[in-house]
């Protein structure tokens, strides 16, 4: 017995799905003799900035050492305002868990 098959059309949209999003990866390769090992041997030597484009590591660039080439990966990413979220809990008046409670006059008053 054949088990069913997926549609030949879902299966390349799957396919280019998992392409795409492995496109645009970089990566940073130490330029030393030897093996590649891990990003933080050698932090002072030059690397090579390379991209992802499905099929194969493509040279974008060269930088100067290892802080530079995180500079490269990882850009700073822009600051947020930060927005007060609905519904949080916040220090004050009442009466909570970790607040001082209040006497019996205080109430009346």
């Known amino acids: 017995?054949?088990?069913?098959?997926?549609?030949?059309?879902d299966w390349a949209r799957r396919r280019e799905e998992?392409?795409?999003?492995?496109?645009g990866k970089r990566r940073?390769?130490?330029?030393?003799?030897?093996?590649?090992?891990?990003?933080?041997?050698?932090?002072?030597?030059?690397?090579?900035?390379?991209?992802?484009?499905?099929?194969?590591w493509?040279?974008?660039g060269l930088v100067s050492d290892l802080a530079a080439a995180k500079t490269v990966l990882y850009p700073p990413?822009?600051?947020r305002a930060e927005t007060r979220r609905m519904g949080s809990p916040r220090a004050g008046e009442g009466r909570g868990?970790?607040?001082?409670?209040?006497?019996?006059?205080?109430?009346e008053q």
């Open 1 to 9: 017995m054949h088990e069913e098959q997926e549609p030949l059309e």
């Open 58 to 60: 493509e040279t974008v």
């Open 77 to 79: 990413q822009p600051v």
């Open 97 to 107: 868990r970790h607040r001082k409670p209040t006497t019996a006059d205080e109430r």
């Open 28 to 56: 940073a390769v130490p330029l030393v003799e030897g093996p590649h090992r891990g990003q933080h041997v050698e932090p002072d030597a030059p690397r090579v900035i390379q991209e992802w484009n499905s099929t194969e």
């Open 18 to 23: 998992r392409r795409d999003a492995s496109k």
